[in-house]
């Protein structure tokens, strides 16, 4: 007989699938409370975007998530602002009204009701050509904002796109000075390159020079491993708590991850889930996913190869010199340039302590400890 299973992974949770952060929610909400915009720095998929949308359920503000995680320009910029306020629903009386303020904007609300909410649709679309229209509108649309509620949370996902536009900083410019205008609005960011949000942050040569209050997103504590057995106990599972702590350590603490194993350990069927059966469950996993790997690999040039073999096997120290010639790098500053080439590519990221990094796929690093380890 099929059984619901209680793991979830790919995509925001929320309710019973959902672990609260108390704690962190309370000084966050504290801070938007009283208009200090905030910025959450941590890896992706370690839960920003599940802690950003069960908050602000919470919060009686009005609310806006845009995400622009795969941006490439202004227009994707504005593109994504819109599919944002399009997916607002219901929409407000003064909602309407100040889409029609703005002159490029073609909003249009449909009588046909969506399937799933019953309620009206509506079709937002910005007439522009050129750069320079974009810009504008990107200005106007922003400005805007403080009419979308009495207090208004606005929260951009994956912040740290927007350095990557070449505009000489325009949006990073015109976001600053929106955050100083909009007197109801507070903005939460999040972040998952910390090296640019850091520079971003505290570089006095740019517009977002100490705006914002930085948070490093918090691994989940003891409370995380209790819940993990707690939910395989649903089921009838037991669960080793030892087999818990080994692969939140062996995955970087990375909760979609966490649960992605889990499931698939409910959907095999084990019913008393030890480290080796964990295990097991895990390489499957990795195996599955052992092409896009090796492609990946055979992309990048030899000394980035060897770079991430060291990196995944090593984990710390990489600079050492006896590692260094272990694995054929012949030099700290051609080791440096190799993970900074990664960095760039979204590979690796930097750790917190000093001559450490991590993957932003750790699945990724079990594949090259299973290909490369001694």
């Known amino acids: 007989m099929?059984?619901?299973?209680?793991?979830?992974?790919?995509?925001?949770?929320?309710?019973?699938?959902?672990?609260?952060?108390?704690?962190?929610?309370?000084?966050?909400?504290?801070?938007l409370d009283n208009r200090i915009h905030v910025i959450l720095?941590?890896?992706?998929?370690?839960?920003?975007?599940?802690?950003?949308?069960?908050?602000?359920?919470?919060?009686?503000?009005?609310?806006?998530?845009?995400?622009?995680?795969?941006?490439?320009s202004h227009r994707d910029f504005l593109q994504q602002v819109l599919r944002a306020i399009r997916g607002k629903k219901p929409w407000s009386?003064?909602?309407?009204?100040?889409?029609?303020?703005?002159?490029?904007?073609?909003?249009?609300?449909?009588?046909?009701?969506?399937?799933?909410?019953?309620?009206?649709?509506?079709?937002?679309?910005?007439?522009?050509s050129s750069d320079k229209d974009v810009k504008e509108t990107i200005q106007d649309v922003l400005a805007a904002l403080e009419h979308l509620g009495k207090q208004v949370i606005?929260?951009?996902?994956?912040?740290?796109?927007?350095?990557?536009?070449?505009?000489?900083?325009?949006?990073?410019?015109?976001?600053?000075?929106?955050?100083?205008?909009?007197?109801?609005?507070?903005?939460?960011?999040?972040?998952?390159?910390?090296?640019?949000?850091?520079?971003?942050?505290?570089?006095?040569?740019?517009?977002?020079?100490?705006?914002?209050?930085?948070?490093e997103f918090p691994a989940f504590g003891t409370e995380f491993?209790?819940?993990?057995i707690q939910r395989f106990s649903i089921v009838n599972i037991t669960c080793e708590r030892?087999?818990?702590?080994?692969?939140?350590?062996?995955l970087q603490d990375t909760p979609n991850y966490i649960q992605m194993v889990c499931f698939h350990v409910v959907a095999q069927g084990i019913q008393n889930v030890t480290q080796k059966k964990m295990d097991d469950v895990l390489n499957t996993i990795v195996r599955q996913n052992a092409y896009a790997y090796q492609t990946l690999l055979n992309s990048l040039a030899v000394g980035q190869q060897r770079a991430l073999r060291l990196a995944a096997n090593e984990l710390t120290q990489i600079f050492a010199k006896d590692l260094l010639a272990k694995y054929e790098i012949k030099t700290g500053p051609a080791l440096h340039a190799a993970i900074k080439s990664l960095k760039d590519k979204q590979i690796l990221d930097?750790?917190?302590?000093?001559?450490?990094?991590?993957?932003?796929?750790?699945l990724f690093a079990i594949w090259l400890r299973t290909e490369f380890g001694e």
């Open 41 to 72: 720095i941590g890896p992706r998929r370690f839960g920003k975007t599940s802690f950003i949308l069960n908050l602000l359920k919470e919060k009686t503000q009005s609310s806006l998530f845009i995400d622009v995680f795969n941006i490439t």
């Open 350 to 362: 930097e750790g917190t302590a000093k001559g450490k990094v991590f993957f932003d796929d750790p």
């Open 225 to 228: 491993t209790d819940w993990i």
């Open 242 to 250: 030892a087999a818990v702590d080994h692969l939140r350590r062996i």
């Open 154 to 215: 606005v929260t951009i996902d994956e912040f740290q796109k927007i350095a990557e536009i070449e505009d000489k900083g325009w949006l990073e410019a015109t976001l600053r000075t929106q955050m100083q205008q909009l007197k109801n609005v507070a903005f939460l960011y999040t972040g998952s390159r910390k090296g640019i949000i850091y520079d971003m942050i505290n570089n006095s040569n740019r517009p977002f020079y100490r705006s914002c209050q930085p948070i």
């Open 2 to 31: 099929l059984i619901d299973n209680p793991f979830k992974f790919g995509d925001p949770v929320e309710g019973e699938y959902y672990l609260p952060r108390p704690e962190l929610a309370r000084t966050v909400g504290q801070f």
């Open 93 to 128: 009386a003064h909602l309407k009204e100040w889409l029609s303020t703005i002159p490029r904007l073609r909003p249009r609300f449909e009588m046909q009701p969506d399937p799933v909410s019953g309620t009206p649709t509506l079709s937002l679309s910005a007439e522009v």
